[in-house]
C-alpha cells in the first residue's frame, strides 16, 4: 500500500483530497496545524497528525513519525486581501512563510528519502491568480507564483532522481473556507483611494461562471500522483483550466 502526507487537512482542498485517497486504497497521513480526526472518516489506513509548515520543529516530528512516504502534498496555505500600498508587512511575511517558505521546507525534509529510494512525487498546490493578474491580492498572488517557480526548477533537478514535482492549479472555491480563515489578514479594504476599486472587485464575485470544486483538486492531486506523464502545470477546476487555456 502507497502512503501519501497531505498539509493543510482541517477543510477544503487538503480534507477532499485525503477524503479522495483514502476512498482508493492509499494510506493517509492527514496533517493540521490542530488535529481533528472527526473531519475525516474512519480508517485503519487514516492517521491524523499535528504539522505547523512555519515550525521547523514541527516539520521534523511529522516527517520522523510518518516514516516512509511515496507522495507530498503541499496544499497548507493563506490569504489575504488588501491594497499592495497598505498591506502590512507582517502580514506579507506571514503569507510567504506558509506558502513559500513551509513548502520549501517541507520539501526538503522529504526529498532526501525520495532521492535514495529513486522514487517519488510531490504536489504543490498554487492559484489560479499566478495566471491572470488581479488586484488586491499581490502579496497572496507573489506567493503562490514564487511556488510555481520555485517547483518548475525543482521538477529539472530531481528528475534524474526518478522523482517528480507538479503544481496544481486551482481556481475560485467558494465552497471553501478560503476567504473566511483569510479575514484577519485582510486589511485595508476600507482605504478611502481603494473604495470603488474594492467595491467592483467584490461585485465580481457575486457574478454566475464557472468555479472550482475541492473535488477538482483531488482528482488533480490524484492524476499528478499516479501519472508520470502528467504536465508540470495541471490546471484544477473549469475556472483555471479557461484562464490556462487563454494564458
Not at 505547523?52 to 489575504?80: F, K
Not at 520555485?150 to 533537478?157: Q, R, Y
Not at 483611494?193 to 468555479?211: H, N, R
Amino acid at each position: 500500500m502507497k502512503t501519501i502526507l497531505i498539509t493543510g487537512c482541517s477543510s477544503g482542498f487538503g480534507l477532499e483530497t485525503a477524503k479522495y485517497f483514502l476512498e482508493r486504497d492509499w494510506a493517509v497521513i492527514a496533517t493540521m496545524r490542530t488535529p481533528r480526526e472527526d473531519v475525516l472518516p474512519a480508517s485503519k489506513n487514516l492517521r491524523v497528525m499535528a504539522l505547523d509548515v512555519t515550525d521547523p520543529d514541527s516539520i521534523r516530528q511529522a516527517v520522523d513519525a510518518a516514516g516512509p512516504i511515496d507522495a507530498l502534498v503541499n496544499n497548507a496555505g493563506v490569504g489575504a486581501a488588501a491594497p499592495a500600498e497598505v498591506t502590512p508587512m507582517s502580514t506579507i511575511r506571514d503569507i510567504f512563510e506558509t506558502n513559500l517558505y513551509g513548502t520549501m521546507a517541507m520539501t526538503q525534509a522529504v526529498l532526501p528519502q525520495f532521492r535514495e529510494r529513486r522514487a517519488g512525487v510531490i504536489v504543490n498546490v498554487t492559484s489560479a491568480v499566478t495566471l491572470r493578474a488581479l488586484p488586491l491580492i499581490a502579496a497572496y498572488t507573489a506567493s503562490k507564483a514564487a511556488v510555481n517557480a520555485f517547483t518548475e526548477s525543482m521538477a529539472l533537478e530531481i528528475g534524474q532522481f526518478r522523482v517528480r514535482a507538479h503544481l496544481v492549479i486551482p481556481g475560485r472555491a467558494p465552497e471553501t473556507r478560503f476567504a473566511e480563515n483569510g479575514g484577519s489578514r485582510m486589511q485595508g479594504l476600507d482605504h478611502e483611494a481603494y473604495a470603488d476599486l474594492v467595491k467592483g472587485f467584490m461585485a465580481g464575485f457575486s457574478e454566475p461562471g464557472p468555479v472550482t470544486h475541492p473535488r477538482d483538486v483531488a482528482e488533480a492531486v490524484w492524476r499528478a500522483v499516479n501519472d508520470p506523464s502528467s504536465p508540470v502545470r495541471i490546471p484544477a477546476g473549469a475556472d483555471a483550466v479557461a484562464w490556462a487555456e487563454a494564458s
